[in-house]
């Protein structure tokens, strides 16, 4: 009976939480990356447009299992991505708006694949540029994935996978900022 009445429950749990809206975690700066980038020498840099393509693997909002998550930056993966940036660069003591060093960005693949009942993965992938002056001194394309522990049950997978967005973030972020070409495109010669 027991086992039974705790089935329900979790059943139950599952059908509240399906279809729901969500909103991605704000972004929260990885202090590795904010260390890297303190550490890259003299520059600073501002962070213009990013956008996102239009792809099937670009998801926004994001699925998880029914339920949708959004941006918390204007709706837009892109944005947060932006956001990302601006914060690990204000930290570093590395931003500077209205610098001719500008770094921007198109968001290509985003999304999170939280339906396996052992194992969720998802995988963020950008094409960074940085632009001096107006001409693209560096252009590139950064991907970082990951897999995470899931759950059968709905009510522990959804929030594992919403939990884990902004590490994917910054995965990527760290992938940017171990690219020499970027922080060579970055300093004034």
Known sequence: ???????AMLIALAHTLGGCSLMAPSYSPSMENVQKLKSAGDFSASVGKFESAPDKGNANPISLRGSSMSSPYEGSYAAYLAEAIRQELSLAGKLKPGTEIEISGVLQKNDIHAAGIVTASGGVEARFAVKRAGKIVFDKVKFAGGEWESSFVGGIAIPRAQQEYPRL???LLAELYSDRDFFAALKTN
């Open 169 to 171: 973030v910054q995965r």
């Open 1 to 7: 009976m027991r086992g039974l009445l705790a089935g």
